[in-house]
């Protein structure tokens, strides 16, 4: 099947909305508790879907993934140590793929699609945190070739623990129109 990845429109928030709680319910069955009814909370999904920086992967005009790119660093970012220094910096939050989806590449066509927004855009490195406990994305981070940052982000209300990862890359060495993202 054929993927589009379209910016989130208004008439996207409740299907975004549901995405996020029927992910969080399967997280819990397999005792990964990064989110919560707390976070990510309606008002700030709402928001970024209003801001423009809310991508999707619809079917049938249902949400099906999800992914906000945008240059906010937490602040908790200011105590990692990152190997690569910059100020053009995208940062990829709250990745989320149906679970009904899962297994298809959905997760990596989306990072895919942030680098290459990334690249066209102007950007010289992409940063993440991730919760420790979820080996999932921790596994798909590290064969991407995000590089670990040295420190932890603790998030409330039980002060989730999460690693961050970093890429910077390289967009301009190019064959045949495809881009290859290289780690420096």
């Known amino acids: 099947m054929d993927y589009s990845i379209i910016k989130a429109s208004m008439t996207d928030y409740e299907s975004i909305l549901h995405l996020y709680k029927k992910c969080t319910r399967h997280l819990e069955s397999i005792g990964i508790h990064q989110w919560d009814d707390t976070y990510p909370s309606p ?3 709402r928001n970024n879907i209003r801001d423009g920086v809310t991508w999707v992967i619809r079917v049938q005009e249902v949400v099906i993934a999800t992914v ?3 240059s906010d660093q937490d602040e908790k970012f ?3 140590h990152w190997a690569y220094p910059s100020d053009r910096v995208l940062v990829i939050h709250r990745l989320c793929v149906d679970p009904d989806h899962q ?4 997760a990596r066509y989306m990072i895919a699609f942030s680098e290459k927004y990334a690249e066209d855009h102007g950007y010289e490195v992409i940063r993440l945190d991730a919760f420790l406990g979820n080996t999932y994305s921790q596994k798909l981070y590290r064969k991407l070739h995000y590089h670990e940052a040295i420190g932890y982000c603790y998030y409330p209300p039980d002060d989730i623990m999460c690693n961050c990862f970093e890429k910077k890359f390289v967009s301009d ?3 045949d129109n495809t881009i290859f993202w290289t780690d420096l």
């Open 43 to 45: 008002g700030m999904l």
């Open 68 to 70: 906000t790119l945008d």
């Open 78 to 80: 200011n105590a990692i």
């Open 103 to 106: 297994g298809r590449g959905l």
């Open 173 to 175: 060495f190019r064959m």
